[in-house]
């Protein structure tokens, strides 16, 4: 997001009559993870990012953890990646996710640090996430068919 605003301001600079993107055109779970980011790394000495390697977002994630100021940053896809030296002395961790990292990821995080360390897990929203995505109608059309199919 934050890299995104910085190109298109340099482009507004260049190009004036430039037409810039709207803001719900950046993914909003990205958007979001990135705004909660930003409000808990100032206050932790460490961030983990659960994601995998060659994605984009939790690379970003990362980065945005490091410019506010955790001296630690990392990106992990399983728990036994951990390099426990790089968490020595470490009191306060935050811990957060890409877009698209299982939830079952991010609890295995969560257990391997709880089986060294007395873990207390405080859940932080900045954003409230209300959007659905529905099936599309054709889909629901022939799910509804099917059920009255076998049942």
């Not at 007395?118 to 059309?141: K, Y």
Request: aromatic share 6%.
């Amino acid at each position: 997001m934050d890299d995104t605003a910085g190109i298109v301001s340099v482009l507004q600079d260049r190009f004036p009559d430039i037409v810039a993107p709207h803001k719900e055109d950046i993914c909003y779970a990205t958007t979001n993870r990135q705004e909660a980011v930003k409000y808990v790394a100032p206050d932790v000495e460490a961030m983990v990012v659960v994601g995998a390697p060659n994605s984009s977002n939790s690379q970003r994630l990362r980065e945005v953890a490091e410019r506010e100021g955790c001296r630690v940053a990392v990106l992990l896809q399983r728990a036994d990646e951990i390099n426990w030296a790089d968490f020595e002395g470490v009191t306060s961790l935050g811990l957060t996710a890409g877009a698209s990292a299982p939830e079952t990821l991010v609890e295995e995080i969560i257990s391997a640090f709880d089986a060294r360390f007395d873990v207390t897990v405080e859940i932080v929203r900045t954003a409230e996430e209300t959007i659905a995505f529905n099936l599309p109608r054709e889909l629901r059309d022939m799910s509804a068919q099917s059920e009255k199919a076998t049942g």
